[in-house]
Nanobody
Framework: VQLQASGGGLVQPGGALRVSCSAS????????IAWFRQAPGKEREWVST????????YYADSVKGRFILSRDNAKNTAYLQMNSLKPEDTAIYYC??????????????????WGQGTQVTVSS
């Protein structure tokens, strides 16, 4: 049972990047999937959550309108499409699974399985 994050890299400000989170050993459709990020010297920050069962997708204000979280249940994979990237988006991005209630979607403690992280660097 694991999550594997991939797709990070170096991108220029204003550019786009898509990171992936591949699940194995369980069905992603049965869980919420979230993305968090952590920049050097900063605390982990919630980015987005797609709740299971079609209960909606939610975004932090800092990424709303720029990032899109999607799922491909056939591939058991979730994606975070990141557009209009800014230098402040530079961080290690982690995916996580859980079944949080709506009020707890930004709380990392409600997720029980985490991927290893993928580095995203936004720089010219």
């Amino acid at each position: 049972v694991q999550l594997q994050a991939s797709g990070g890299g170096l991108v220029q400000p204003g550019g786009a990047l898509r990171v992936s989170c591949s699940a194995s050993g369980f069905s992603l459709r049965d869980y919420a999937i979230a993305w968090f990020r952590q920049a050097p010297g900063k605390e982990r920050e919630w980015v987005s959550t797609s709740r299971h069962g079609g209960q909606g997708t939610y975004y932090a204000d800092s990424v709303k309108g720029r990032f899109i979280l999607s799922r491909d249940n056939a591939k058991n994979t979730a994606y975070l499409q990141m557009n209009s990237l800014k230098p402040e988006d530079t961080a290690i991005y982690y995916c996580a699974r859980g079944r949080p209630i709506l009020s707890a979607i930004a709380n990392g403690g409600t997720y029980d399985l985490w991927g290893q992280g993928t580095q995203v660097t936004v720089s010219s």
